[in-house]
């Protein structure tokens, strides 16, 4: 009943930027928490960054700094600001959202992020 979708990867160039995008639709009466995740080939899927419907936000100290998240309760979307990109950044990124009550985990379909030269 709901899905995600995300939009904004690609290539880019180390020190370049890129902004993801992550809109719900479906049965979207109460979200608690939105967020990305990324996954690069042989690891694990990893938080890259959390936000709550109150605006608490959650990055790990490799992204922080360098990425922003943002929301839109209205739109149920979820922005991720990526900057000053490095190659370790390359993955496969995920859209997260905690949906319900009870909460459940709704996932996007991933988007590509690969940052070479």
């Known amino acids: 009943q709901v899905r995600l979708v995300e939009s904004g990867g690609g290539l880019v160039q180390p020190g370049g930027s890129l902004r993801l995008s992550c809109a719900a639709s479906?049965?979207?009466?109460?979200?608690?928490?939105m967020g990305w995740y990324r996954q690069a080939p042989g690891n694990q899927r990893e938080l890259v960054a959390s936000?709550?419907?109150?605006?608490?936000?959650n990055l790990p100290d490799s992204v922080k700094g360098r990425f922003t998240i943002s929301r839109d309760n209205a739109k149920n979307t979820v922005y991720l600001q990526m900057n000053s990109l490095k190659p370790v950044d390359t993955a496969v990124y995920y859209c997260?959202?905690?949906?319900?009550?009870?909460?459940?985990?709704?996932w996007g379909q991933g988007t590509q992020v690969t940052v070479s030269s």
């Open positions: 997260y959202m905690g949906i319900g009550w009870p909460q459940r985990d709704y």
């Open positions: 479906g049965s979207v009466y109460r979200v608690s928490v």
């Open positions: 936000i709550t419907s109150g605006g608490t936000t």
